[in-house]
């Protein structure tokens, strides 16, 4: 069972910022969070991940909530590239380790 | 821009055929992972090894044969597939286990 919950799709106007959001209530200590998308047939594309701390990569930033029950994907400034589906993942490192992806958020960027 | 291959890109095959998959990494990535997607659903994760080793099979019947002859190369063997078995076949490497995952672009199979 994916251990996140992601809005099924959104929208986002070009050049606007898009924030995609992630309830992630039963992550573990150990847990980090990993963004990903999927650009239609193409293999998945790591975006970012995090712990604990706010992240920014060239791609986009990772805000997570004090409690760490959550937390949101931004692209500051959205194109038409950027249609794709949003995966948001938690998982933990060394052997433990098992991405499981859920259903994602469709994220269709217009003009 | 990926450093991982995939081939064929695309597969169409029989139910009594026996055809492979083959993915490569040049990455010096130590763990490698097959997954299925099927259409309109999830990506299962399949099977995962690390230093050739496997380390995860995720229930996948018998007709998926994994083969991880190095730490470069992984094969997944087909044999006398379902049409339900149609899939994009994805496969992925991360430096280490739950590192992030640089994935392939897959192969499209088709079985008829």
């Known amino acids: 069972d994916a251990k996140t919950t992601q809005p099924p799709s959104m929208d986002c106007a070009e050049g606007r910022a898009a924030n995609l959001p992630c309830n992630h209530s039963?992550?573990?200590?150990?847990?980090?969070v990993y963004w990903y998308r999927q650009i239609h047939s193409q293999g998945p594309q790591y975006i970012i991940h995090?712990?604990?701390n706010n992240e920014t990569n060239e791609m986009a930033s990772l805000i997570i909530t004090e409690d760490r029950k959550s937390s949101t994907l931004i692209l500051p400034h959205a194109t038409l590239r950027d249609t794709a589906v949003y995966y948001c993942?938690?998982?933990?490192?060394?052997?433990?380790?098992?991405?499981?992806f859920g259903t994602g958020t469709r994220l269709q960027v217009t003009l | 821009e990926t450093g991982v291959t995939q081939t064929p890109r695309h597969l169409v095959m029989g139910m009594t055929n026996k055809k492979s998959l083959k993915c490569e990494q040049h990455?010096?990535?130590?763990?490698m992972y097959w997954y299925k997607q099927s259409a309109k659903k999830p990506l299962e994760l399949m099977f995962v090894?690390?230093?050739?080793?496997?380390?995860e099979n995720n229930s996948v019947p018998s007709r998926f044969s994994p083969e991880c002859p190095n730490s470069s190369h992984l094969f997944l063997h087909l044999h006398t597939l379902q049409p339900e078995d149609s899939a994009l076949y994805l496969c992925?490497?991360?430096?280490?286990?739950?590192?992030?995952?640089?994935f392939g672009p897959g192969t499209r199979l088709t079985v008829l």
């Open positions: 992925a490497s991360s430096q280490d286990l739950g590192e992030r995952q640089l």
């Open positions: 993942i938690v998982g933990s490192t060394g052997t433990a380790s098992k991405l499981t």
């Open positions: 990455l010096g990535h130590n763990a």
């Open positions: 995090g712990l604990k």
């Open positions: 039963t992550i573990s200590g150990n847990e980090y």
């Open positions: 090894y690390n230093f050739k080793e496997q380390t």
